[in-house]
Nanobody, 124 residues
């Protein structure tokens, strides 16, 4: 059974940083593309970043240059380093996985497996 556990969320001041982790179990991470998504209150879930099994990376325009995605296939972990956080980054953040595509995308419909999410709040 595929499992994801996101962690690392919390309350941070504007301009601060957080690193989210996605611990996976029940499957070999190296064959999966990983996506990061977020959903703010009252808004649709949106793509943030992704990293393919071959290491290709993509970011949304809102996070490019501030967020950095990585993965450790040995540890079965994925990470999202978030810098220079802004109040508009406040959301529940999710990691997701899919094995059937060669390239990763930040379209949620392309992903089959999802974590439960971790809350990130950016506020002074």
């Amino acid at each position: 059974q595929l499992r994801f556990v996101e962690s690392g969320g919390g309350l941070v001041q504007p301009g601060g940083s957080l690193r989210l982790s996605c611990a996976t179990s029940g499957f070999k991470l190296y064959i999966y593309n990983i996506g990061w998504f977020r959903q703010a209150p009252g808004k649709e879930r949106e793509g943030v970043s992704c990293i393919s099994r071959s290491g290709g990376i993509d970011y949304s325009d809102a996070t490019k240059g501030r967020f950095f995605v990585s993965r450790d296939n040995v540890k079965n972990m994925a990470y999202l380093q978030m810098n220079n956080l802004k109040p508009e980054d406040t959301a529940v953040y999710y990691c997701a996985a899919v094995s059937r595509n060669e390239y990763c995308t930040i379209e949620q419909t392309d992903y089959d497996y999802w974590g439960q999410g971790t809350q990130v709040t950016v506020s002074s």
